[in-house]
């Protein structure tokens, strides 16, 4: 089946830091994807959609500002966390879908701790 | 109490037992529905889809099933093993949105 890989699986950073977590999708190519937050014994909250080359769609109440996403291939979208804080402490989870399917093939997250 | 999309937010069975889990989904253009295993620490699991147009699909050991009438799916897990025990979660998809909604999650523990 399709893999995406999803690195780091665990960051911690100090407050005001910046942090880069990447998505790459190894087996197809990836036209979408998907970037999800989850707290603790919640359901995924989708953060923003990406599509490759093309600016991401964000949903209501996530600053683009602060969730910067890029998908610059087929192959790999990032989320880098801008002068992060405490709050934003999470799980992010990527996930991706190739052109045309409906599937979704989800990363194995990263647990964000911020000091 | 209830959780918003599904009936029942845990769910405890006994080793070889059989599991239903439930989901109430609200979009009635949802044409595409997914059942997702997340373990702790891990990213969700395809487990088994079904779209709109059956009522019925099953897998090794799962089956779903869809009520479109009154919006409900559930899946089905045959002879419980403790490695099922993770969180559940479904979602619906209205494939001409593009976009997939989460329910909240039904955690099953499997006692041996």
């Known amino acids: 089946g399709a893999v995406v890989s999803q690195h780091p699986s665990r960051v911690i950073c100090k407050s005001g830091t910046s942090v880069k977590i990447e998505c790459r999708s190894l087996?197809?190519?990836?036209?979408?994807m998907f970037w999800y937050r989850q707290f603790p014994k919640q359901s995924l909250m989708l953060m923003a959609t990406?599509?490759?080359?093309?600016?991401?769609?964000?949903e209501q109440g996530v600053e683009k500002d602060k969730f910067l996403i890029n998908h610059a291939s087929l192959t790999l979208s990032t989320l880098t966390v801008t002068s992060a804080h405490p709050e934003d402490s999470s799980f992010y989870i990527c996930s991706a879908t190739s052109w045309g399917g409906e599937k979704l093939f989800f990363g194995s997250g990263t647990q964000l701790s911020v000091l | 109490g209830e959780s918003v999309g599904l009936h029942l937010p845990t769910l405890s069975v006994q080793e070889g037992d059989n599991s239903i889990i439930n989901c109430a989904y609200s979009n009635s253009a949802s044409d595409y529905f997914i059942w997702y295993k997340q373990e702790s620490g891990k990213g969700p699991q395809f487990i088994i889809d079904?779209?709109?147009?059956?009522d019925k699909r099953q897998g090794q050991r799962v089956t779903v099933l869809l009520n479109k009438t009154v919006k409900h799916l559930s899946l089905q897990i045959a002879a419980t093993q403790p490695g099922d025990s993770a969180v559940y979660f479904c979602a619906e998809k209205d494939t001409n949105a593009g976009k997939s909604t989460f329910g909240d999650g039904t955690t099953l523990t499997v006692k041996p």
């Open positions: 087996d197809f190519q990836a036209t979408t």
């Open positions: 990406s599509n490759e080359g093309s600016k991401a769609t964000y």
């Open positions: 079904i779209r709109s147009n059956m």
